[in-house]
């Protein structure tokens, strides 16, 4: 088991920045693919970013988010995080951090699951 709490959420103007954290706790964090999700009301969660078990690894990104958002984990700290810069109002959402021995950019692909961060951007 691997239990995921995230942090950093907030109100934020468009244009502005927010980093979300991702804490980990439980098996060993470097065995774990860290994705990043979203959901926003009404609508199915998609996915945001991937990161592989090591630091210097694959990224991967969704297209709307490419050029704005950057992952990043510190595997000493067991910390993942996703910083956000223009922010839009598009990307209001709950924000997810889960975890995966696999990357994948499939929600369904992942077993383990925060509780989600609220994220608003108003215009």
């Known amino acids: 088991q691997v239990q995921l709490v995230e942090s950093g959420g907030g109100l934020v103007q468009a244009g502005g920045s927010l980093r979300l954290s991702c804490a980990a706790s439980g098996r060993t964090f470097s065995n774990y693919i860290i994705g990043w999700f979203r959901q926003a009301p009404g609508k199915e969660r998609e996915f945001v970013a991937a990161i592989s078990s090591w630091s210097g690894g694959t990224r991967s990104y969704a297209d709307s988010v490419k050029g704005r958002f950057t992952i990043s984990r510190d595997n000493a700290k067991n910390m993942a995080y996703l910083q956000m810069n223009s922010l839009k109002p598009e990307d209001t959402a709950v924000y997810y951090c889960?975890?995966?021995?696999?990357?994948?950019?499939?929600?369904?692909?992942?077993?383990?699951w925060g509780q989600g961060t609220q994220v608003t951007v108003s215009s």
């Open positions: 889960a975890a995966d021995p696999a990357i994948s950019t499939r929600s369904a692909s992942y077993n383990f």
